[in-house]
């Protein structure tokens, strides 16, 4: 028995092996994108580590992607045949895993939150259950969970960063911007390289319209991120978004060229149709054409990758931004496919996401294709009974908020002057900065 970085015990077969988990655990923390090589460097020096293949379940259902459903179960089975040696925690985090692959991601929170009471160390079970909270649109359970755990953390500890990142990303989403920008730069303070914390920081700037500020964060920060995932994308995202609120539309569509949609980049090669580059892309895309700009072709290949995902229904979120693209290209018989795939997963499926799937993005994906196709009362129709459940399909304000303007435009496109106001209301009290200061709502301002 040997113990990792953090004191906790893990069956491993020699010091190397823990040597090698410990490498993965800090890439896994700071976003970084060689992760494949780090898992085959562990498994190569201990293909019988419990602990690696609960990892490599995990790491394979982090990206929301149904093909990669084979390898995760075959990483459960493999844990559940090694773990029978080990340690209790470890039995649990073999539990999560079950619980995860086989539909029940609330289920797995609740298994790392025993682990966290127990364990409150184990950083892997804190940031896997701060990710699957935020996608299932609990910003308060992020922040209870930060709560429980820091006070048993060592600000000495060079993990401690992952705590503040958290904790200044679920400060954010729960609107306490103040403490959010603190804590998250004094995790930039301690590594600059800390991309999760540089996000959180980028979120309260958004939040509040610091769009000079934002632009500046982002830029002065970027050099440090060489090694970092698509999390950076995301980043150069956040940084559209501030050149969107300015009316710099050239700005926003040389960054996606460049930045969060760059077809340049390995990243990108190698992940096309990763959940989080998807939404960034379709969701700029949508909100540029309500300003009259024109993408050129950059919609079709998002819709080729659509069309490939279509029954793929993993992450809920996701599922209106690929009809974003279907239907910006009139691909309908693919977009009707994809409705009819969606509906068949709410039937046959179980679990937590399916009931998301059926009950929330189901409606508000067949609405995305209503607005295209011109019908926007019935795009109205099918959003305004799930307008206030929305939040339950995950993403952050700033991501749901095309979801709102999607609402929005439908309801002014349709003259029905109540749900303009409605969605008016909405975001008045939900968002900090006033609708008249924002390039989305202006338009519509007069109505509240």
């Known amino acids: 028995m040997h113990k990792d970085s953090y004191g906790l015990a893990i069956t491993a077969a020699s010091a190397e092996a823990v040597t090698a988990y410990n490498h993965v655990i800090d890439g896994y923390l ?26 490599k379940g995990y790491f394979t259902l982090l ?56 364990w409150p160390h ?62 998250g730069r004094e995790a930039i303070r301690r590594d600059p390289t800390d991309v999760w ?9 958004e939040m509040q319209g610091r769009r000079g500020e934002g632009i500046a964060w982002i830029e002065g920060l970027q050099s440090n991120w060489s ?49 989080i580059d998807a939404q960034n892309a379709a969701s700029m ?17 998002l819709a080729d990758r659509a069309e490939a995902r279509i029954g793929d229904c993993l992450s809920a979120f996701t599922l ?14 693919a977009a009707n496919r994809m409705l009819d795939a969606m509906r ?26 209503r607005n295209s196709q011109g019908r926007h009362a019935d795009a109205v129709r099918l959003m305004r009974p799930v307008i206030g459940e929305m939040y339950r399909l995950g993403g952050s304000h700033a991501q749901q908020d095309v979801l709102e303007q999607l609402f929005l435009d439908s309801a002014l496109k349709a003259g029905l002057d109540a749900d303009v106001r409605l969605l008016i209301e909405r975001v008045s009290g939900r968002h900090p900065v006033p609708p008249h200061r924002r390039i989305g709502y202006a338009m519509a301002s007069a109505h509240g």
């Open 285 to 301: 895309l949508f909100r540029l054409g309500r300003h009259g700009v024109d993408p050129g072709d950059r919609w079709a290949e």
């Open 227 to 275: 090694g970092a995932n698509n999390l950076k994308h995301h980043l150069w995202w956040h940084q559209a978004m501030c050149h969107l609120e300015r009316g710099d539309f050239a700005k926003v569509l040389d960054l996606y060229d460049t930045g969060y949609r760059n077809h340049q980049s390995e990243l990108t090669q190698a992940m096309p149709d990763l959940y």
């Open 30 to 55: 700071g976003y970084r994108a060689d992760m494949a090589r780090r898992m085959g460097a562990l498994m190569a020096i201990d293909p019988e580590c419990p602990m690696a293949h609960c990892l």
């Open 344 to 369: 068949d997963n709410a039937d046959q499926t179980g679990g937590l996401n399916a009931t998301l799937v059926r009950t929330v993005a189901l409606p508000v994906t067949e609405a995305v294709l």
């Open 320 to 333: 209106p931004h690929w009809m974003m693209a279907l239907a910006a290209t009139g691909r309908e018989e």
């Open 197 to 205: 914390s540089a996000h959180a920081v980028a979120h309260v700037m």
């Open 63 to 118: 990206g929301f992607n149904q093909a990669g459903l084979p390898t995760a179960r075959q990483a459960a089975a493999d844990t559940w045949r090694l773990v029978a040696a080990a340690t209790p925690r470890e039995h649990s985090h073999a539990a999560a895993l079950d619980a995860w692959v086989n539909g029940a991601a609330d289920r797995a929170v609740e298994i790392w939150n025993q682990i966290l009471h127990d």
């Open 122 to 183: 184990d950083i892997l079970a804190f940031r896997l259950a701060h990710f699957v909270n935020f996608w299932l649109g609990r910003p308060e359970a992020m922040l209870a969970s930060v709560r429980a755990v820091e006070r048993h953390w060592s600000h000495a500890e060079p993990a401690y960063n992952a705590i503040l990142g958290c904790r200044a990303f679920a400060h954010e989403e729960c609107g306490y911007y103040t403490e959010a920008e603190a804590a």
